[in-house]
């Protein structure tokens, strides 16, 4: 399953733990939500960096006081029409300001990616080769938005308000033919 | 009439081109039908029974004669010479080709039109009264409010795959034209005792298999936050609401499961911590959305010109259907004509592409070329200068389009039911088109007055009839159509679900049972100009239920 980070397919650098794996030294892994619960302390001290895989189940607050010690966190889309990660994602980027990775894995196929980025991931396990590939094209789709998310694109609205004039409406027109 | 500028065009356009490839790579086998099941509800393609169903939104019910002219050239070119109009201010074409779709789609977004979010487990169109702007009684144009939710969902990073779909309403009227308690969500517009005006914010309303009527949950929010709590509600319900079992998905079941109060609670939590942030309205944003909606250059004119009242005494067919048909306007002078689209032993919502055609020319003539949908089927002309009426009135009879049976009893709400959809357990159509044929006669429907009869072929309830005056609900019992009758639902502003009177009944007898039900009402009522739905409430279902079931 091709992994994609900035526009590009790359090398996983991080390794799965599953529950009652030993955990290496010195590579960067990510560790399942209750394992990483339950063993926090002793994980935020160890050397390397850490991830953490959130269920989509579970409130993405309870997570808020050790986001300072996350380099990752991999949140879970079981089905593509299961969006509750969308809201998980947006509440980390901007309500709890977390700059680390984000991961989109499970069902993440070519017509998510705009919403995805929108919400705030930047790191996405996609499950068909041909989706990975297509991933820029997929993801510049949409010049206009409208609503204010965790891309920090501007919404409609305010560039209407905001206007210069090398952003008026009418530019926008002209730029389009 | 909301003016699309660059920004809206743009993404319209934008829109299309990724409709296309996700057609393209469906038809090339890329895409399974269970993937591309979900792209093409996102643009208000359904697979019916015998073709796919395109769905085109209808923003707050405003039509521009540009518009309802390319509807009439979708008709014809890609479908079968006709569109529905449902009960949720869209449009549907039953016959469309899938390769044809992005075409369609294409020719749509050049007058600013889309099946964006007409399906799907997104936020719908949102709705609004079909007067907005007009209506002597709204405080102000609920249309504006309406077009900035709009914008804000549209193709919205987190709420384009929520539990199940989520229907808005807006009003702004103290009489409730927009069914709102009968939404998902519905705000409306309203000043307090100390003349702040700010939104009543409504929650978990729906009909289906599980019918309740919307609670409130904030009595006046201020209007520049509107898009906060909006967000904040939306956010409750993606993250809490039932994914496990698609009946019980919708946010009135969480909103039922948790308590109105401790659902607020968590949307207050939510919304006290994103309030002050970039959704935050600025009068200047308000301005600028306020300042799309071109209004008409009305004339001064006198409320009842003489012109009128002499067409008024020389025909009786015509005042008849002035005082059926014709409601007051803000502006003196002028009216609403509503457009009855219930032909006796017709589809209810069904227009024909010449039909659209020749009300196109006479919106630009009559009615400053806009046209209006409502929730209950039917059209309207919403500026026409009263001395024109008569001039009118004339040329709509001409197209079909004069019928006097706007609100009584033969003025049926109903879905397709199983003559095209997919879903349904039983016929619609065929009922009200029989219980039209049965009350052909025009002073016998005057007589009974006022009567919405609303029918569904299923428990999904796209016809309403848990709203009805009389409500009509289509089961399968034993491979054979039957049908539960409930009395005394409504949807305005004191909003009712019905009651049911008994068992089923079979296909063959339902417009028995609403004749017997029509007769019991002329016998119950206190005086002839109680209402039905008045006598419902005075006498209870217990007189109608002994009169229907004595003979069966």
Request: hydrophobic letters at 40%; glycine letters at 8%.
């Amino acid at each position: 399953m091709p992994l994609v980070e900035n526009g590009q397919i790359v090398q996983d650098r991080y390794t799965y733990v599953g529950d009652e794996e030993p955990i290496p030294e010195r590579v960067p892994v990510i560790v399942p939500a209750q394992r990483f619960l339950a063993e926090a302390d002793a994980l935020i001290r160890r050397d390397g960096s850490l991830g953490v895989g959130w269920p989509n189940d579970r409130r993405i607050g309870e997570l808020a006081p050790w986001l300072g010690h996350l380099a990752l966190v991999a949140l879970k889309f079981p089905k593509f029409r299961d969006g509750r990660a969308y809201s998980q994602a947006r509440l980390l980027r901007e309500t709890y300001r977390f700059r680390g990775t984000l991961r989109a894995t499970g069902d993440v196929l070519r017509d998510q990616f705009h919403f995805l980025i929108r919400a705030g991931f930047d790191s996405f396990e996609v499950k068909k080769p041909a989706d990975a590939h297509a991933f820029a094209e997929a993801a510049n789709r949409y010049s206009v938005v409208y609503q204010p998310s965790a891309d920090g694109r501007t919404p409609a609205l305010r560039r209407r308000v905001t206007a210069t004039a090398t952003e008026s409406a009418d530019a926008i027109d002209t730029a389009k033919r | 009439m909301y003016i699309y500028d660059a920004f809206d065009r743009r993404l319209l356009a934008e829109r299309v081109v990724d409709f296309r490839d996700q057609v393209s790579r469906r038809l090339s086998g890329e895409l399974s039908e269970e993937e591309f099941k979900p792209l093409r509800l996102m643009n208000g393609v359904y697979l019916q029974l015998h073709a796919y169903m395109l769905r085109i939104a209808i923003p707050y019910g405003t039509l521009s004669t540009l518009q309802l002219r390319k509807l009439a050239e979708i008709a014809r070119k890609y479908d079968r010479g006709y569109g529905h109009f449902t009960t949720r201010q869209n449009i549907q074409f039953h016959w469309i080709k899938l390769a044809e779709l992005p075409d369609a789609m294409a020719e749509l977004a050049a007058v600013g039109m889309h099946g964006m979010q007409t399906s799907g487990n997104n936020v719908r169109n949102i709705t609004t009264d079909q007067w907005a702007g007009v209506a002597p009684d709204e405080i102000e144009d609920p249309r504006i409010w309406a077009e900035l939710i709009r914008q804000h969902v549209t193709l919205h990073p987190e709420f384009s795959f929520m539990p199940r779909k989520f229907k808005i309403a807006v009003g702004a009227s103290h009489h409730d034209r927009a069914a709102l308690r009968i939404h998902d969500m519905a705000l409306r517009l309203h000043r307090n005792a100390a003349g702040e005006a700010g939104f009543e914010v409504m929650v978990g309303g729906g009909l289906g298999r599980t019918p309740y009527l919307a609670q409130t949950i904030k009595p006046l929010l201020p209007k520049r936050d509107v898009l906060s709590y909006v967000e904040a509600v939306l956010r409750t319900y993606n993250q809490f609401g039932r994914r496990d079992n698609i009946w019980k998905a919708r946010i009135k079941i969480l909103v039922h499961d948790l308590g109105a109060e401790a659902f607020a609670k968590e949307v207050e939590a939510e919304w006290q911590s994103i309030r002050d942030g970039a959704l935050a309205l600025e009068p200047a944003m308000v301005a600028d959305i306020a300042g799309r909606f071109r209004y008409p250059n009305y004339a001064t004119l006198d409320d009842g010109p003489p012109e009128l009242a002499a067409a008024r005494r020389g025909d009786r067919a015509f005042d008849v259907w002035l005082s059926n048909c014709v409601t007051n306007h803000k502006m003196l002078g002028y009216a609403i004509a509503t457009l009855s689209l219930k032909p006796e032993g017709g589809t209810p919502g069904d227009c024909t592409a010449a039909q659209m055609d020749k009300l196109a020319d006479l919106a630009d003539r009559y009615s400053f070329g806009e046209v209006r949908v409502g929730h209950e089927q039917n059209l309207a002309l919403p500026h026409v200068a009263q001395r024109d009426l008569p001039a009118l009135w004339r040329e709509l009879g001409a197209i079909g389009l004069a019928r006097t049976n706007v609100n009584l009893v033969s003025d049926i709400i109903s879905c397709p039911g199983l003559d095209y959809c997919s879903l349904a357990n039983a016929r619609s159509i065929p009922i009200a088109q029989e219980i039209t044929r049965r009350f052909h006669d025009l002073d016998r429907q005057r007589n009974l007055g006022r009567l919405h009869i609303n029918i569904s072929g299923c428990i999904n309830a796209c016809g309403h009839h848990h709203v009805g005056h009389i409500g009509i609900l289509g089961v399968e019992k034993n491979g054979e159509e039957f049908y539960q009758i409930t009395l005394g639902g409504k949807a305005d502003e004191n909003a009712t679900l019905g009651t049911l009177i008994g068992p089923a009944v079979p296909y063959a007898q339902v417009a028995d049972v609403v004749e017997d039900i029509a007769a019991a009402y002329l016998d119950l009522r206190d005086k002839p100009n109680e209402l039905f739905i008045d006598t419902v409430k005075r006498v209870g279902i217990e007189p109608f239920r002994e009169r229907v079931y004595a003979a069966r």
